[in-house]
């Protein structure tokens, strides 16, 4: 079985579905109907987004796995229950007189390079965009766990969202947990505000979880309870989905902290079509974003035709922040390949090649450019 990070062509049999499902094989072929959809419904980040510190809602990248809620804050509430010494109830205006909190927060979503992959995992076909940098306003998770009091022998704190579907021929809400140490983490949040105003309907209006340093699928938006347990949770998006598999046999190991991974602002100008590149001879300031989920950005490195040299990074906006990087290039006329790494302060670097796994996860290759300098 061929892995790498290059598409090809073929055919596949039409009654394969994403690959969350059990039993379902990666293809070599074309883009399905059922990955169209999914395209269609979500919505990466443009990557000359990468320019601002902070994502605009209506360019940081979204994920929804069922249907968006219809949801009416002045009806709604908040359960906190479970292995707690009080239960509680809180409506949203009791949620805003509660302390708050804003954190800047890179999120990707953990199949973020899926499309790339060789086979092809089935599911959303995220190529490189699936992140975004938001700042996040709401009450300490930590705070709520306190008031309820959580008990000595409690192993984890479950999330499920308002969002109801099936995956897998599985009914279900969808529903993570976080291990009693995250979720007691002091920036843990539980957000009503992006950016300063109210979250938008698809971003988990009126309340959402936030873990910094996660993927995505953590942060349940729509978030309807929390409960306490004492037995670590086994729901579909726990158990059987957001899992390094190296086949469909393979029980895995979860996915859990953002990969180390730095991105690229594509220089100059696409091809309408193809986003092949095209600039002028003479110097340009390539730039763009570096980020992990295991610790703070240590050195960003830029390949130009296979000559690496170090980039210049910025003080970064959060602990959890994507760090903005540049490096001057004086652009000589021909066709160019450009690449960007990232190495994070425990020593983890982006691959040159990427680890393949059967549901696409983590996939944090080096991004590569090509341009042509006119």
Not at 243 to 269: E, F, H, K, N, T
Not at 283 to 301: Q, Y
């Amino acid at each position: 079985m061929k892995h790498s990070n290059q598409q090809s062509t073929g055919e596949r049999p039409a009654e394969q579905a994403p690959a969350e499902s059990p039993g379902t094989q990666p293809t070599s072929g074309p883009l399905t109907h059922e990955e169209l959809q999914l395209a269609a419904r979500n919505h990466a980040m443009p990557l000359e987004a990468l320019r601002r510190d902070v994502t605009p809602p209506g360019l940081h990248y979204v994920l929804t796995h069922f249907d968006i809620p219809d949801l009416d804050a002045a009806g709604w509430h908040l359960r906190i229950g479970g292995a707690v010494e009080r239960a509680l109830e809180l409506s949203m205006a009791a949620l805003r007189r509660d302390p708050a909190i804003t954190v800047p927060v890179t999120l990707e979503c953990a199949g973020n390079g899926r499309s790339l992959l060789e086979p092809r995992p089935l599911s959303q076909p995220w190529i490189l965009e699936a992140v975004g940098t938001a700042h996040w306003t709401g009450v300490p998770l930590a705070y709520l766990l306190g008031r309820a009091g959580v008990l000595p022998d409690a192993v984890e704190v479950v999330f499920t969202g308002a969002d109801s579907g099936v995956q897998g021929g599985v009914p279900q809400h969808y529903a993570r947990s976080l291990p009693i140490r995250e979720a007691l983490r002091p920036d843990v949040v539980l957000a009503y505000t992006m950016n300063g105003a109210e979250l938008p309907p698809q971003h988990g209006y009126p309340l959402r979880l936030v873990v910094p340093g996660w993927y995505g699928m953590a942060s349940v938006k729509w978030l309807q309870s929390i409960d306490v347990v004492k037995a670590p949770f086994t729901g579909y998006q726990q158990q059987t989905a957001y899992r390094y598999q190296d086949s469909a046999d393979d029980a895995g190991r979860p996915v859990s902290r953002i990969r180390v991974r730095s991105l690229m602002v594509p220089p100059g100008v696409p091809d309408f079509f193809t986003r092949q590149r095209f600039l002028p001879a003479g110097p340009v300031m390539l730039e763009g974003r570096a980020w992990s989920g295991e610790g703070a950005v240590a050195a960003v490195d830029v390949d130009i035709d296979g000559t690496w040299m170090s980039a210049h990074l910025d003080k970064p906006i959060g602990g959890f922040a994507w760090r903005r990087w540049t490096l001057p290039w004086v652009a000589d006329p021909g066709e160019h390949v450009l690449a960007c790494r990232a190495t994070d302060i425990t020593g983890a670097r982006q691959p040159l090649e990427q680890n393949w796994n059967y549901q696409g996860m983590g996939n944090n290759v080096v991004q590569r450019v090509r341009v042509t300098v006119e």
